[in-house]
């Protein structure tokens, strides 16, 4: 069976950035399960898997753009120190929960710290980056009426309800 719309696919890979750093690794730990078509994984890597089966092995090159995008330079700010009430001490790393002008939450990344100002990123760590996907396809099936009632696979690698 191959990689289609709608299939259930488990696969072991390992995840490096273009000097070769190890960023992630499904290695000792079960494979990532995820709904094919359902936008589940960065669509650079979904659309390289299309079509492939158990068994295949391959490395995959995702542009920033088919990853996590490109950085998006509004979703860098500098907030007044005193937005931080009831935070002691902020360190570079750091991550908060920014409130968005819709009523909503972005997740945020301190990236500097001074007296007064904080500057926090709304970026995805890895936008910017090209990532480099070494991977194995370990199953491939249809997926259950329910898992696309759900939009993701159930069970190892995937979602318990």
């Not at 009831?86 to 007296?115: L, W």
């Amino acid at each position: 069976m191959t990689i289609k719309e709608n299939s259930a696919v488990s696969f072991h890979y390992t995840l490096t950035d273009d000097d070769g750093q190890t960023l992630d690794s499904s290695t000792g730990k079960d494979p990532l399960a995820y709904l094919h078509g359902a936008g589940n994984i960065i669509p650079g890597l979904e659309s390289a898997l299309e079509g492939k089966s158990v068994g295949d092995a391959m490395v995959v090159a995702v542009t920033a753009a088919e990853g996590y995008g490109e950085v998006q330079k509004e979703l860098i700010q500098e907030v007044p120190r005193d937005a931080f009430q009831g935070v002691d001490s902020i360190e570079v790393g750091m991550q908060f929960e920014a409130q968005t002008g819709q009523g909503g939450t972005v997740p945020v990344t301190v990236t500097a710290v001074t007296d007064e100002i904080v500057t926090v990123d709304g970026n995805h760590p890895l936008a910017g980056k090209n990532l480099n996907f070494d991977v194995s396809i370990e199953d491939v099936r249809d997926a259950t009426e329910e898992e696309l009632e759900h939009g993701h696979v159930h069970g190892v690698g995937g979602h318990e309800h």
